[in-house]
């Protein structure tokens, strides 16, 4: 597949993206489903001709990732948390990643240190950067705001049936970093936040994805490998895995380490945590922001 129709497959997934996030923006209210909300965007993404690139993540307050409602999940968003949005689309592989912010309570200054400093990174991106210029553009926003960013949380490069590729883009500055080319598609990702900026993993994992081929031993284990081979090395929600003894089966595979489980990311000691997100194509005289 020639370079062209690489970048309009990743277009066309970030379109599916922007109006989705224009669409679900006003639906985060006080009272409603976190459940209802991440099968709202999963099911637009179908419907609009595509497919999830990973499930939605709906983090809140002092997450930062890696939280998405459960199989019948009942909790609904309340007054006064910060509900962080990410979702993301695929055409054959090929992605687009998109995270916004809502505020239920009083917390406006902390949704406008994220958002800008995407704002600020989108203006100085063209081929030949390198990424520790970026990084140190995302941190001095974030501390103009009078906050921090979370440090080891990063943007990165997008590939093909790979959410997480090279080159991590860090959300502060570095000594060293690597240097954008033309046509790479990245995503900028800071996260802003009033505690002490760092996440670790916390609690029970919702979201996987496969890691390697092995035998395995079980029937369960070997039906459960049949339902996630369309999703290939992709994130998949546990929820979206419909079969008996489910838990017995994924337990198996991720001893045998064929799947990896993604445990929630919270922040160290607390704290409210912002977060904004894009999707660009570099070019040789700036970017072309997709989502």
């Known amino acids: 597949m020639d370079l062209d129709e690489v970048l309009d497959k990743h277009r066309r997934a970030g379109k599916i993206l922007a109006e989705i996030k224009d669409e679900v923006r006003d639906k985060v209210r006080v009272g409603v489903s976190l459940l209802e909300i991440a099968e709202f965007i999963e099911g637009e993404t179908l419907k609009r001709g595509a ?40 055409i054959d592989g090929y992605i687009a990643d998109t995270a916004f912010t809502v505020d239920l309570g009083d917390n406006s200054a902390l949704l406008e240190a994220s958002r800008k400093a995407v704002e600020n ?45 090279p080159p991590s883009i860090p959300n502060v500055h570095h000594q060293h970093g690597a240097e954008l080319k033309a046509w790479d598609v990245v995503a900028i990702e800071p996260f802003a936040t009033d505690g002490a900026g760092r996440v670790s993993e916390r609690g029970g994992a919702e979201i996987y994805s496969f890691t390697m081929q092995k035998p395995v031993r079980s029937q369960h284990a070997r039906e459960l490998l049949e339902k996630i081979a369309p999703y290939r ?59």
């Open 233 to 291: 090395t992709l994130p998949f929600a546990k929820r979206w895995i419909d079969m008996k003894r489910l838990d017995l089966a994924m337990r198996e595979l991720e001893r045998a380490k064929v799947l990896h489980g993604y445990p929630i990311l919270k922040q160290d000691g607390g704290g409210i945590i912002s977060q904004s997100e894009e999707t660009l194509i570099v070019l040789e005289d700036g970017c072309e922001v997709i989502t």
């Open 121 to 165: 990174a989108v203006g100085i991106i063209r081929a030949g950067i390198n990424t520790s210029e970026i990084g140190a553009v995302i941190e001095d926003t974030i501390k103009s705001f009078g906050f921090r960013p979370i440090v080891n949380l990063t943007g990165h490069g997008l590939d093909r049936y790979v959410q997480h590729a």
């Open 51 to 90: 497919e999830p690139a990973f499930p939605c993540n709906i983090s809140i307050d002092d997450e930062a990732a890696h939280a998405t409602p459960s199989r019948g999940d009942t909790r609904v968003f309340k007054e006064g948390e910060v509900v962080k949005i990410d979702l993301g689309a695929h």
